[in-house]
Structure formats: C-alpha cells, structure tokens
C-alpha cells in the first residue's frame, strides 16, 4: 500500500512538474491575505492592487481578500506558510514579515516564505503639536534633553518605535513612547494635544495636518517628497524639510509594502506573480494610489527584493540587539 | 417525553466542585503563563505579566472559596445530571464533534449534509425521507450561498476541484 | 446649529432622489440578507459591493454601503432573538431577554420591539449628529487614554453593579473573560502573552466564537437535556400581531429615552456599541419598574439594548468620518471602503466635501427608516421558523454555530474552541455562574488594559491622572456614584 502510494505521489510528481516548468497561470480563484486589519494601508494596498488586476484583466481568476491582521499580522503570515505549495494564495503586508519574528515568538522565519515583489515604500515623518513651541529637529533634540517628551506610534517594537529608537541613539535623547493600537489613534492623540509627537507615514496624519492640528517637522528620506499642489494653505508635500538636513542624521527610514507566496513555490509561478504585478506597477492607477499616499513607487523582485530583506534584517537586529528586543 | 433512565450520574454538589477545580487550574496555567513576562511594576506602569499574574492569582483564590464552601455544606444535593440526560448530551454532542471531525478531510459541505442525516434522522427519529431531503438541500442551499452569492469559500474537501473553486 | 440644519437640507436634495432611494433599498436588503446568514455580516457585504460601487459618486457609493450596513445591523439581531446566537458582539445583550422571549412564543413581537427599538436608536443618534456635528469632532479630541480608560470603567461597574447573583461566581465569571482577552500580542510591550507556544492562539482567542459556543452551543445543549423546554413554540404570525406589538411599543417610552441616550453617550465617547448596550442594560435593569425580570424575557430588556446599540452605532458616525477612528469592526470595514475611494477622513472633510457628509446624514435618516420597515415586512417569515421542531431546527442551528465559527477565521482550532465553550456556557448556566460579565470582560478588558498602562505612561505613574481634567473629574464621578448606588443597594437588601 505504502509502496503503491509513495509510487502513485512521485507519478503525479512528475506530472505536476512537468506542467509546471511549461508555464503558470492560475487555475481557481486567488486568494489576497491582507496581514491587517480593515481600512489599513495594507487592506487599501491589496484591495488596489485586486481593483487594477480586474480593471485591466492581468488574470483570469476571481480575487477574494481576506483580512487576517491577528497578532500585528502574525495571523495571515501563518496562515500564508500553511499553504505550502500554493500559488493560489498571495500574502500582503509590510516588513512585519521578517521584523516580528525577530522580537515576537511567532509561527514562521523570513526565508520560509517565497518572496514575490515590494511595490511601494511608505515615508516616515515626524509629526508634533501645532502649538509645540519646537519648530525644527534641531529644536525639538534639545527640547528633549532638557524635558521628557512623549511620542506615540502604532504598536510596540514596531516600525515607529524602531524608528523613534534609532532617533534616540542618533540624537542622543530620552524620550517615552506610548503604543497605540493604529496610527490613526496616535494621530489623534496628537491632534487632542495629549502626545507631543508621533511617527506617521503621510496617508495616517494629512487629514490632521490639512485641519491645523498637526505640524510636520521632516521627513525621513534622502531628498525631500514628490512636489504637489499645496495640501494647506502655505504648503506642499515638498515644503517639508529632510531630517537630514535638519542636522538628525538619519539617511533614509521607509516602509515596503511587499507581496509573498507560501513556501515551496515553482519558479514559473513566482515569475507568473511578479510579472502580473510590474504590469499593475506600471499602470497610471497605480501612480495615481502612490501620489495619494503620498508614497514612494519603487519595483524590487527576485534578487534584488532579497538583497533589500536581509540587509533591514541586520540593520533592524542592531537596533532591536542595542535595546534588547530580541527574542531569545 | 420521558427523560428516560432518572439514575443521577452527577450531583450538584460534585459538579460545584469539578468546576471549580477546574476554574482552579485555570488561574494556575493563566499564573504560570503570566510568568514568562516580567509581573512587576515599573517606574511606567504595570509590564506586560502583571494583570494576567493577579488575574491568576485572583481565579485560583475565588475558585478556592467557591471549593471551601460547597465542601461544608452539609445536606443531601440536588441532582445535576441523570443518566438520561446525559445520553441525550451525548447524543447530540457525538454527532457533532464528528461533524467537525470530517470537516478536514471531505470539507464542510458533505461533513455537514452526513452530520445532518445522523442527527435529524437517526437521532432525531425524523422520517427518512423528510431528513434526507433536509440532509441535502440546506448544505446545497449553503453553497450557493456561501460559494457564489457571497463569495466568502468555506472548507470544501473533494468538491473544490470538482467546482474549479478556492 | 441653524447652519447644520440647512446643511441637512441640501443633503436631503442629494439623497431624496430615485436612484438613492432605489440604491438604499437594494442595499438594506443586502444587508438584512447578510446579517440573518449564519457567518455572514457587514463585513462580506462590504467587500462584495465594494467593487461594485467603483464606478458610481462617492455619495452614491457611500449610500449603498450604509444601507447594508443598516440592515446587517438590523439583521444580526434576528439570529439573536430567534436562536441566541449574537451575530455582531453589538447584538449579545439583546439574546439576554429577546431569546426568552422568542422561546415563550413571542418571536413576533420580540422582533418588532427589537426592530423598532433600533430604528428610534439609530433616527435618535442621527438628530443628536445634526445638532451637535461640528462640536462633536471637538469634544471627541478630548479624550485621551486616560479618559478612555475612564469611560470603559463607567460601563464596567454601571453593568456589575447593577447585576444581581452570587458575588463570588461573578467574580470567577468576569477573571475568565478577563483573562480571555489577554491572550495574544500585547499591544503595550508587543509580546505574545498566555499563547504556551501555540501557533493558534498568537491572534488571540476570538470573541465571537467564545460567544457562540457560551450562548449558541451552550444553549442548545441545554433544551437538549431538558426535553421539555424541545417543543416547539406556537407563536402568532399574522400582520396584525405585528401590528398590535407596533402599537404597545411606545408604552416603553422611558427605557427609549434613556437608552438612546446612553447609546449616544457611548457613541460620542469612543466606548462604541457593544459597551453601549450593556451599560444601558444594566442601568435599564435598575432604573426599569420591571427590573427584575430583565433576562428572563422581558420587553424592556430587550429595548434598553437594542436601542443604545444602534444609537451608538450612529452617533460614532461622526467621530469616525471626522477622526478616521472606528468604532467597531464593522465600521472598520466600511472607512476602508472609504479609503479605497480616496475620501480621507479627517476634521476638514465637513469642510471639502460637504456635500458628501451631509448626503450621507441625510441618507442614515433615510435608510433607517426603510431598514425597519423591510426588517419588519421579514417577522412573520423569521416567526415561522420557531414552529419547525427542535429536532430539525437543533441540528441546523449547531451546524450554522460551526460554520458562524469558521468563518472568523478559517481556522480548525476555533471549532474546537466553540465546542469547548458550548461545553463550559451549558456548565456555568447550570451552575449559576452569570455569563454576561464573562463577556463584558472579554470585550473590555484588553482595551481597558491598554488604556489603563498607556495612561500610566503618559503621566509617568501617577495615579493623579484619573483625576487630571475636568473631563476625568466628571467621569469618575460618575464611577463614584455607580458603586455608591450598588453598596447602598445590597445594604438595603440585607437590612
């Protein structure tokens, strides 16, 4: 029996791989496992991506998404490893995917999943008070050596609080980090005067900013954001200053917004999935989401996706080794 | 109806003290988990281990009177559970916990129209014509439901590839 | 407060046309229809119209989307009446005294009460987002995790206090839901906590199941053993005993009132709907003249629920078109949808897209109104169905608990977690241990918990901060008052 069965699994083996080394293309609907809650960038990241496949048929197949956001995302990343061998499942989130399981005891490790592409790069700015009496970095460094200034974010060891302890080490200050559940509460904590500053990407805190209730000090980027119509009365995206040339010499803190598969993947379906989503990079909807968002459009797949995980996995270590986050 | 056989399998007392046993143990895995985090007070406030340490700690001891009391009561107990009432428990509960035995392996949909069948017909003693029909047309009515009008894919075992669906 | 009204009336020139009424239609029925299906809600509807509506205005999209949210709304309580099984964690409170009800042969009105109750709760919180719109945002802001935390406590003891049973099983009955919700990631220090490595219980032990298996499950089992209570109900159906229950409702004008107010207390102050229909249940249970008899079927029971459920449900509205905050899960689902269509919410939306916001609270008056009388043309169908035998209907309705289970999230581990709970909900029943602090606990006590150490954080641990603003001060007054009513209540009852 054992036998016949064994001979029967390596038959349709080779007849699986046979197909497969021909081409792929999906033969059921897909499933999008958004690794968030809903309304979150990722849900709107997924969901766009799900809109501009059916607008411009890049795939035959249904799309279903489904939310599993459980755990900071845990939830979906594990459920995305139990589909080993899948192509009918594409898992949607951040770089969550190889951060948590470096200070959280969770169910997978970077390289079991199969990367696909990153497709976009969300900005970090901080964000104060309109009332704080620092209006630069430089200002708000010594505010802070002088008195305990209080910072929000989304979640604990999380991006905002990674980035807000490289701030620290860079800058050589002390400040409190409250976690809050989203970026958007930490945007509204700041608007009701209750935090001094928080890390927002520009999509969480521009409805605060239009309204006056929240000031931007810089941004987190190499040069300064995408020039633009004016978001306030005096200024665009463009107006706000580089942290690093504001004298806090941090290069450059983004966000990836990635694609995976589940774990041992056919390469003709990893090249299948990657070749779907350069065409919906490359679609004018697709410019239109990353100027909403105000974010950076970049492609990175294959190789060079890769290359980009493992150097933020050793940068991040060094932060999360430095504040002793590690899971052991 | 008759409840058929009134043999008390289980007192009231003894039930009062299984559960709060087990409320008991509880609070001690709940204490014991509470443990790999750090119970204390910091200068910030409570860490992590703190709230679910007391929780633990509180369960444990409530659980404990709760134990301490029903043990002193003198008296003859009411029944809990006869022997007929639980056959009927188990009468619905086996079929059940089958039901979500074969979810797995043959997916929702036929667990579901077998599970049907055993409970309404043979449990249940409807006739068989009127349990078939039940057995079959409420899973098919929650296929098309679920599976086309919803789109919201429940497991489907060996009739996904037959469908071409997720 | 001129200028809003004026404001409404142009959303009224934008929503009272064909195409929305007719949209509005389609989409409460949609919901009623996704609300009333077992694992279905607000959620699948709005992922199955989202794409739909990519083509329309953004008002029109909006329309759509809030009338089946209507509707689920409305739906979801059907399922609790008729079988106990809460569809939405909003609609618990409403099987405390819907479900006795419905099993004593009073399906019919209990679902007119209940539709009823949640149309006035929803047009109620509407009227109070007209008058109150632009200071609402304002008010809102104020709230920082101090007074979060405040506000949770509020629902906690006004619910507790009132509460009757043994003080100790409601004690066991409050640490087990309490120590439910902190299973999974802490959100303060982002550890795994009580998950003892299992790879299922890192996105937390899910609410909705522990629910269905305590009530659903727990129920059924419990008919099961005691084959007298198996029967079927014989009930009314006919149009007039709709209408006659229609005619008695107004008689529980106080508890209306009082409800919708606390409904939209909840709503304003983020506490959102689940805590808003247990605080007003609780405090309906002391203030009602039939207050002891809340939850073994009693109509006023019913309507304190439901109606602080929908009035919350709406008045939280505003704050999240104006903050971007959800109040519920649900309501998460419709602000991405929100999102995807490029309105950001935030406090200048009133001001850039006016017609939009007032289009949409224009439409809630609307749609609520149809969604009641819709929901109300269903009684008699939904009443039929307590007739079918239990041996029919007692395997269905498990079935409909699994697959509700499923569906949370996909996942095996949860159906064996609901059949746990069946279990322990028929046990602690049967033993008298009251499961409704079990449940408040579990909604509550991790985001009191959060609040509670965010606050400790931000004042550096000090205690004075309950106390810090005015706001604070009120609120723990009112705390104050709570337990002063319910040790004064418990000496009298020795005395």
Request: proline share 6%; glycine share 10%; aromatic share 10%.
């Amino acid at each position: 029996m054992r036998g016949y069965r064994s001979k029967f699994l390596s038959a349709a083996f080779v007849i699986a791989s046979a197909v497969s080394a021909m081409a792929f293309s999906p033969s059921k609907p897909v499933e999008f496992v958004v690794t968030a809650g809903a309304g979150g960038g990722t849900d709107i990241f997924a969901r766009t991506i799900q809109s501009i496949i059916q607008k411009h048929n890049l795939m035959s197949q249904p799309v279903v998404v489904t939310l599993k956001g459980g755990g900071s995302g845990a939830e979906g990343f594990v459920y995305g490893k139990t589909g080993a061998g899948d192509p009918h499942r594409l898992i949607f989130g951040t770089s969550n995917q190889w951060l948590l399981p470096m200070v959280a005891k969770v169910g997978w490790k970077r390289e079991e999943l199969t990367p696909v592409a990153a497709l976009a790069f969300d900005e970090f700015l901080l964000w104060t008070r309109p009332d704080a009496p620092w209006k630069t970095a430089g200002e708000l460094v010594a505010a802070a050596k002088a008195g305990n200034i209080k910072v929000g974010g989304s979640q604990s060891k999380d991006l905002d609080e990674t980035l807000l302890r490289i701030v620290e080490q860079v800058a050589g200050i002390k400040t409190t980090y409250i976690p809050f559940k989203s970026g958007g509460e930490a945007a509204v904590q700041l608007a009701g005067g209750h935090i001094d500053l928080n890390t927002n990407n520009p999509a969480e805190n521009v409805g605060q900013w239009k309204a006056g209730q929240a000031r931007p000090i810089c941004v987190f980027s190499p040069t300064r954001l995408a020039a633009g119509p004016k978001v306030t009365d005096t200024m665009a995206w463009s107006d706000i200053p580089t942290c690093k040339e504001q004298g806090l010499a941090i290069e450059e803190y983004k966000m990836p917004r990635v694609v995976y598969l589940p774990p041992n993947m056919p390469a003709p379906a990893v090249a299948f999935w990657a070749d779907v989503l350069r065409k919906v990079f490359a679609t004018d909807e697709w410019k239109e989401y990353i100027a909403r968002t105000s974010q950076t459009g970049t492609f990175l797949a294959g190789e060079e996706f890769t290359r980009f995980m493992v150097a933020d996995e050793a940068r991040s270590r060094k932060v999360f080794e430095a504040e002793n986050w590690l899971v052991k | 109806m008759p409840l058929g056989d009134e043999t008390i399998v289980l007192s009231r007392r003894q039930a009062e003290i299984g559960f709060a046993i087990l409320a008991g143990l509880a609070g001690f895995v709940i204490l014991f988990g509470a443990m790999e985090h750090d119970t204390g007070w910091s200068r910030s406030g409570p860490e992590a281990g703190y709230f679910p340490f007391r929780l633990g700690m509180l369960l444990m001891a409530a659980s404990g009177v709760i134990l301490l009391r029903v043990l002193l009561q003198r008296g003859p107990s009411e029944p809990f559970l006869s022997w007929g009432a639980a056959k009927k428990l188990l009468a619905f509960l086996l079929p059940l916990i089958g039901f979500v035995l074969l979810i797995g392996p043959v997916g929702l949909y036929l667990a579901g129209a077998a599970y049907l069948f055993v409970a309404i017909g043979l449990i249940g003693r409807v006739p068989w014509l009127k349990s078939g029909l039940i057995a079959v047309l409420v899973p098919v009515f929650l296929f098309i439901a679920f599976e086309y009008a919803f789109k919201a894919p429940l497991p489907k075992g060996p009739l996904g590839p037959l469908f071409g669906l997720i | 407060m001129v200028e809003n009204f004026t404001q409404l009336m142009q959303g009224f020139a934008v929503s009272l046309s064909a195409y929305h009424i007719a949209l509005m239609m389609a989409g409460v029925m949609f919901g009623l229809v996704v609300g009333v299906m077992p694992g279905l809600g607000a959620p699948n509807g709005v992922s199955l119209l989202l794409p739909l509506t990519f083509t329309m205005e953004p008002v029109s999209a909006v329309i759509l989307l809030t009338s089946m949210y209507w509707g689920a709304l409305i739906g979801g309580s059907t399922t609790s009446i008729l079988f106990n099984i809460p569809g939405e964690p909003s609609s618990i409170a409403t099987t405390f005294d819907g479900y006795p009800m419905a099993k004593r042969g009073e399906a019919t009105k209990a679902l007119t009460f209940a539709f009823l109750s949640s149309g006035f709760g929803a047009l109620f919180g509407v009227v109070v987002v007209t008058l109150l719109a632009s200071s609402i945002t304002k008010f809102a802001l104020l709230f920082s995790p101090v007074e979060y935390f405040l506000v949770f406590v509020l629902a906690f003891a006004s619910f507790i206090a009132f509460g009757a049973g043994s003080p100790l099983k409601t004690i066991v009955s409050i640490l087990i839901g309490l120590a439910l919700a902190s299973v999974g990631m802490d959100t303060i220090s982002g550890s795994m906590r009580l998950t003892y490595d299992i790879p299922e219980l890192i996105r937390g032990i899910s609410f909705l199941v522990v629910v269905i298996g305590l009530f659903g499950l727990g129920e059924l089992l419990e008919t099961m053993q005691n084959p007298y209570a198996a029967k079927a109900v014989t009930t009314r159906l006919d149009w007039a005993e709709v209408f006659r229950s229609a005619m008695i409702w107004p008689r529980h004008y106080a508890s209306l009132l009082r409800s919708a107010i606390i409904g939209c207390w909840m709503g304003i102050a983020p506490g959102g709907p689940t805590a808003a229909s247990f605080m007003s249940y609780g405090i309906g249970k002391r203030m009602s003249r039939n207050g002891a008899n809340f939850g073994k079927g009693e109509p006023d029971g019913l309507v304190s629920a439901e109606t602080a459920d929908q009035a919350a449900g709406s008045a939280a509205m505003l704050p999240m078109l104006a903050l971007g905050l959800p109040s519920s899960a649900t309501a998460a689902v419709l602000l991405g949808g929100l999102l995807i269509w490029g309105i950001t919410p935030g406090p200048t939306l009133f001001r850039e897209k006016p017609e939009f916001v007032w289009g949409l609270i224009s439409s809630m008056y609307l749609a609520n109104v149809v969604a009641v009388i819709m929901a109300l043309a269903t009684v008699p169908l939904f009443a039929r169905m307590m007739q079918v035998p239990f041996s029919i209907t007692g395997p269905i309705i498990a079935m409909i608990c699994v697959i509700g289970a499923w569906t949370v999230a996909g996942a095996p581990f949860d159906l064996w977690l609901l059949m746990v709970f069946g279990v322990v909900g028929f046990v602690m029943k049967a033993l008298d241990y009251p499961l409704a602090p079990l449940v408040l606990g579990m909604v509550l006590g991790d985001r009191m918990e959060d609040a509670f150490r965010q606050s400790m954080l931000l004042s550096g641990g000090k205690f004075s901060a309950f106390l810090g603003s005015p706001l604070a001060v009120v609120i723990s007054s009112l705390i104050a008052l709570c337990i002063l009513v319910a040790v004064m209540g418990a000496v009298r009852r020795r005395a």
